[in-house]
Protein backbone atom coordinates (compact mmCIF):
# COMPACT_ATOMS: atom_id res chain seq x y z
CA UNK A 1 0.00 0.00 0.00
CA UNK A 2 1.68 3.18 -1.25
CA UNK A 3 2.48 6.16 1.64
CA UNK A 4 -0.31 9.50 2.00
CA UNK A 5 0.54 11.97 0.19
CA UNK A 6 0.87 13.74 2.94
CA UNK A 7 2.26 12.61 6.40
CA UNK A 8 0.06 13.41 9.49
CA UNK A 9 0.43 12.93 12.95
CA UNK A 10 -3.26 12.46 14.88
CA UNK A 11 -5.36 12.61 12.00
CA UNK A 12 -8.83 11.45 11.63
CA UNK A 13 -9.69 8.23 9.54
CA UNK A 14 -13.07 6.42 8.80
CA UNK A 15 -13.83 3.95 5.99
CA UNK A 16 -16.85 3.82 3.89
CA UNK A 17 -17.15 0.52 1.49
CA UNK A 18 -13.69 0.10 -0.35
CA UNK A 19 -12.37 3.75 0.61
CA UNK A 20 -10.19 4.69 3.23
CA UNK A 21 -10.44 8.32 4.02
CA UNK A 22 -7.70 10.14 5.83
CA UNK A 23 -8.51 14.01 7.23
CA UNK A 24 -6.43 16.83 9.04
CA UNK A 25 -3.48 16.23 11.67
CA UNK A 26 -0.28 17.99 11.60
CA UNK A 27 2.34 18.05 8.73
CA UNK A 28 6.32 18.83 9.29
CA UNK A 29 6.40 18.85 5.77
CA UNK A 30 10.61 18.11 6.58
CA UNK A 31 10.75 21.05 8.76
CA UNK A 32 11.97 20.81 11.99
CA UNK A 33 9.62 20.38 14.71
CA UNK A 34 7.78 22.79 16.97
CA UNK A 35 8.18 20.17 19.65
CA UNK A 36 6.89 16.52 20.47
CA UNK A 37 3.13 17.16 20.46
CA UNK A 38 3.22 19.51 18.16
CA UNK A 39 5.03 19.01 15.27
CA UNK A 40 4.43 20.62 12.31
CA UNK A 41 1.42 22.68 10.80
CA UNK A 42 -1.79 21.98 11.29
CA UNK A 43 -3.60 21.13 7.90
CA UNK A 44 -7.47 20.59 6.98
CA UNK A 45 -6.45 18.51 3.68
CA UNK A 46 -8.23 15.44 3.36
CA UNK A 47 -6.96 12.23 1.17
CA UNK A 48 -8.90 8.85 0.18
CA UNK A 49 -7.48 5.19 -1.02
CA UNK A 50 -9.88 2.67 -2.58
CA UNK A 51 -8.46 -0.48 -1.67
CA UNK A 52 -10.33 -1.70 -4.91
CA UNK A 53 -8.31 0.29 -7.24
CA UNK A 54 -4.97 0.59 -5.07
CA UNK A 55 -2.86 1.16 -8.43
CA UNK A 56 -4.70 4.89 -8.29
CA UNK A 57 -2.81 5.66 -4.66
CA UNK A 58 -3.92 8.20 -2.71
CA UNK A 59 -6.09 11.45 -4.12
CA UNK A 60 -6.91 14.38 -2.83
CA UNK A 61 -11.01 14.92 -1.62
CA UNK A 62 -11.50 18.58 -1.01
CA UNK A 63 -10.51 19.96 2.65
CA UNK A 64 -12.76 20.35 6.08
CA UNK A 65 -13.93 23.37 5.72
CA UNK A 66 -13.10 26.04 8.50
CA UNK A 67 -9.82 25.61 10.64
CA UNK A 68 -7.10 22.69 10.05
CA UNK A 69 -7.37 20.41 12.69
CA UNK A 70 -6.15 17.15 14.55
CA UNK A 71 -7.97 14.36 16.45
CA UNK A 72 -11.23 15.05 14.71
CA UNK A 73 -14.05 12.82 15.84
CA UNK A 74 -14.81 10.91 12.34
CA UNK A 75 -16.63 8.24 10.89
CA UNK A 76 -19.00 7.00 8.09
CA UNK A 77 -22.24 5.83 7.39
CA UNK A 78 -22.99 4.81 3.76
CA UNK A 79 -21.08 7.74 1.65
CA UNK A 80 -21.30 9.77 4.33
CA UNK A 81 -17.46 11.26 5.95
CA UNK A 82 -18.94 12.75 9.27
CA UNK A 83 -16.26 15.27 11.33
CA UNK A 84 -16.58 16.66 14.90
CA UNK A 85 -14.65 18.98 16.62
CA UNK A 86 -10.48 18.62 16.91
CA UNK A 87 -7.86 20.83 18.16
CA UNK A 88 -5.24 23.12 17.07
CA UNK A 89 -3.03 25.21 18.49
CA UNK A 90 -3.38 29.10 18.23
CA UNK A 91 0.58 29.78 16.97
CA UNK A 92 0.02 33.59 16.26
CA UNK A 93 -0.13 34.26 20.25
CA UNK A 94 3.06 32.01 20.81
CA UNK A 95 5.98 33.48 22.54
CA UNK A 96 9.60 32.17 22.76
CA UNK A 97 8.09 28.68 22.18
CA UNK A 98 5.99 28.11 24.74
CA UNK A 99 2.33 26.57 23.79
CA UNK A 100 0.87 27.35 27.50
CA UNK A 101 -2.81 28.16 26.91
CA UNK A 102 -3.01 28.17 23.58
CA UNK A 103 -4.66 25.13 22.55
CA UNK A 104 -8.00 25.89 21.20
CA UNK A 105 -10.68 23.04 19.92
CA UNK A 106 -13.40 23.11 17.36
CA UNK A 107 -16.50 22.73 17.98
CA UNK A 108 -17.68 22.40 14.03
CA UNK A 109 -19.43 19.97 12.31
CA UNK A 110 -19.29 18.81 9.10
CA UNK A 111 -20.12 15.91 6.45
CA UNK A 112 -18.47 15.14 3.11
CA UNK A 113 -20.82 13.16 0.45
CA UNK A 114 -18.06 10.49 -1.33
CA UNK A 115 -20.46 10.75 -4.64
CA UNK A 116 -21.03 14.59 -4.60
CA UNK A 117 -17.30 15.76 -3.09
CA UNK A 118 -19.41 18.32 -1.34
CA UNK A 119 -19.30 19.11 2.14
CA UNK A 120 -22.23 20.20 4.16
CA UNK A 121 -22.50 21.68 7.76
CA UNK A 122 -24.17 20.48 10.87
CA UNK A 123 -25.04 22.00 13.98
CA UNK A 124 -22.17 22.39 16.32
CA UNK A 125 -21.36 20.25 19.01
CA UNK A 126 -23.12 20.83 22.51
CA UNK A 127 -19.59 21.64 24.10
CA UNK A 128 -16.06 21.51 21.98
CA UNK A 129 -13.91 18.54 22.08
CA UNK A 130 -11.03 16.58 20.52
CA UNK A 131 -10.09 13.00 20.52
CA UNK A 132 -13.48 11.34 20.63
CA UNK A 133 -14.24 8.07 19.04
CA UNK A 134 -17.01 7.75 17.39
CA UNK A 135 -18.93 4.63 16.09
CA UNK A 136 -22.26 5.06 13.76
CA UNK A 137 -25.19 2.79 14.91
CA UNK A 138 -28.30 1.43 12.74
CA UNK A 139 -26.79 3.53 9.34
CA UNK A 140 -28.25 6.49 11.22
CA UNK A 141 -27.16 7.29 14.90
CA UNK A 142 -23.04 8.61 15.36
CA UNK A 143 -21.89 7.67 19.44
CA UNK A 144 -19.30 9.72 20.56
CA UNK A 145 -17.35 9.32 23.26
CA UNK A 146 -14.00 10.50 24.90
CA UNK A 147 -11.73 12.69 24.67
CA UNK A 148 -11.34 16.10 25.89
CA UNK A 149 -13.43 18.96 25.97
CA UNK A 150 -14.04 22.47 26.85
CA UNK A 151 -10.72 24.42 25.83
CA UNK A 152 -11.65 28.04 24.14
CA UNK A 153 -12.82 28.34 20.53
CA UNK A 154 -11.58 30.19 17.94
CA UNK A 155 -14.31 30.17 15.42
CA UNK A 156 -17.79 31.18 15.50
CA UNK A 157 -19.46 29.07 18.00
CA UNK A 158 -23.25 28.91 19.16
CA UNK A 159 -22.89 27.57 22.89
CA UNK A 160 -19.37 29.96 23.20
CA UNK A 161 -21.60 31.32 26.27
CA UNK A 162 -21.50 27.89 28.49
CA UNK A 163 -17.57 26.67 27.79
CA UNK A 164 -16.27 26.33 31.14
CA UNK A 165 -13.08 27.71 32.13
CA UNK A 166 -11.63 24.41 32.67
CA UNK A 167 -11.01 22.09 29.77
CA UNK A 168 -11.60 18.37 31.50
CA UNK A 169 -11.42 14.87 30.29
CA UNK A 170 -15.04 14.36 28.76
CA UNK A 171 -17.23 11.59 30.39
CA UNK A 172 -20.35 12.24 28.33
CA UNK A 173 -21.73 9.77 25.22
CA UNK A 174 -23.05 12.26 22.46
CA UNK A 175 -25.20 10.95 19.87
CA UNK A 176 -25.75 12.84 16.32
CA UNK A 177 -28.94 11.79 14.53
CA UNK A 178 -27.87 12.00 11.07
CA UNK A 179 -31.90 12.49 9.77
CA UNK A 180 -32.52 15.03 12.49
CA UNK A 181 -29.14 16.26 12.44
CA UNK A 182 -30.01 16.65 16.57
CA UNK A 183 -27.11 16.33 19.10
CA UNK A 184 -28.24 14.45 22.73
CA UNK A 185 -25.99 13.51 25.40
CA UNK A 186 -26.88 10.26 27.28
CA UNK A 187 -27.49 9.76 31.38
CA UNK A 188 -24.36 8.99 32.83
Known sequence: MPSLRIGRFLPGGAASGTTIVVLGGQA???ANTFSGDHPGAYVNSVEAFD???PEKGWRDLPPIPGLARESPTTTAIGKNIY???GDHVNYAEARDGKLDGLIRHCADGYVLNLET???KRLPD???PAHGMEAVSYKDR???MAGG???YRVDHPYEHAGRIPKMPS???DVVVFDTQEESYRILPT
Do not use: E, H, Q
Request: charged residues 10%; positive net charge; glycine residues 8%.
Open 51 to 53: TAA
Open 117 to 119: LRW
Open 28 to 30: TFG
Open 169 to 171: PNF
Open 83 to 85: VFG
Open 125 to 127: LPF
Open 141 to 143: YII
Open 148 to 150: IKN
